[in-house]
């Protein structure tokens, strides 16, 4: 990682994590999607329960209709008719509240599977980037100018390891203390090429 981070600027590999920070939500949309869409098809099931315990129960209450219209023992031979009616509908509204529970795990599932990687993006990557746009936009207003530079400078010989500072001389922190513009300037750049603003010469 420590290579990578040498290697590669800083303005490159803030787009890189940018690109595979959209990658990363793309991929838990495509996951959520793909859940509901797979807990959608355990609704099947109680779509054709419903419909048969709904026909049955329409045969059966038409029959019993008939059945009823026979003189004297019409009623005694309806009962049977309309209990089994009865028990068809409420095969039906098995059905009915299977597709009612299937339908709510279908929203609650795949937002679990997004909510946990959203929440990451949320609350550890976002406030990263926005604490560098903050840093960069404050660098930017101020380079340009003497007291801004002198402000970078300072910033980098406190932040920035002993490795980097002894690259630019042994004596820099004197040097800085001394006001040379050099060591100022090679300060500053320093700082700037932290946030990724470093302009390189031509």
């Given at each position: 990682m420590k290579f990578y981070a040498d290697r590669v600027p800083t303005a490159a590999r803030q787009l890189i994590t940018d690109l595979l920070i959209v990658f990363w939500i793309?991929?838990?949309?495509?996951?959520?999607?793909?859940?509901?869409?797979t807990v959608e098809l355990l609704a099947v099931p109680g779509v054709k329960l419903e419909s048969a315990g709904n026909g049955i129960a329409d045969n059966l209450a038409e029959a019993g209709g008939k059945v009823g219209r026979v003189p004297l023992v019409g009623d005694q031979l309806t009962k049977p008719f309309t209990g089994a009616a009865d028990a068809a509908r409420s095969i039906a509204?098995?059905?009915?509240?299977?597709q009612e529970l299937v339908d709510k795990l279908a929203l609650i599932l795949p937002s679990m599977a997004v909510a946990v990687p959203l929440a990451l993006v949320l609350f550890l990557w976002l406030p990263l980037r926005l604490r560098w746009i903050r840093r960069a936009s404050a660098a930017i207003s101020v380079r340009d100018e003497p007291a801004g530079r002198d402000l970078l400078a300072l910033r980098a010989l406190a932040s920035r390891p002993l490795s980097e500072l002894t690259k630019l001389g042994p004596d820099i922190a004197q040097s800085w203390r001394a006001g040379d513009a050099a060591a100022v300037d090679a300060l500053a750049e320093l700082e700037l090429k932290r946030l990724g603003l470093h302009r390189s010469k031509r």
């Open positions: 793309y991929l838990w949309v495509r996951v959520a999607i793909w859940v509901h869409d509204d098995a059905g009915h509240q299977q």
